[in-house]
């Protein structure tokens, strides 16, 4: 039998202890795999798994548009272009964008309807954006600092 050394443990505790821990656990994966995709892959499911959010997820930069890379959750828009909906403004700004509530943000794309709110934050490599990670909740105002700062500590792990 092969045992697989990839497993997930989620800390009991609030938002900021699961964070703590899952970080701890992305960045020993990150370290011994230096491939993007693969790693978007797994950074977005352990995200995903821990909080149990409705969609997570990375969009690549590709010339003039995001492309929808790997993700966990429903079905999703596969293109967006440059300062669209969130996730555009959030590349065109470099800023992480944190939306309690999505019918109030101008322009929101609604991939799936019962997204409610949503964060995205820009994934810098060598000085440049080189995706976003997006997460949308179905509930309102599910996102704060406290998401925020630990996944843009999270993001950091891809700027190398
Ligand atoms: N709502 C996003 C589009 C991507 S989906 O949420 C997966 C936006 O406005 O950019």
Redesign the pocket.
Known sequence: MIVMAEELIIAQGGKHERYSLLYKQIAALMEGESDQIANMANVAAMIHVTFGFW?T?FYRVQGEELVLGPFQGPL??SR?RYG?????TAWREAVTQVVED?ELFPG?????SL?RS?I?VPVWQGGEIVAVL?I?SEHLATFDDVDRQWLEQIVKLFDR
Request: charged fraction near 20%; aromatic fraction near 4%.
């Open positions: 969609w997820g999703a828009c967006i669209r909906g969130v996730c555009g999505v929101h794309i609604a991939c799936s997204s949503e995205v997006d949308d």
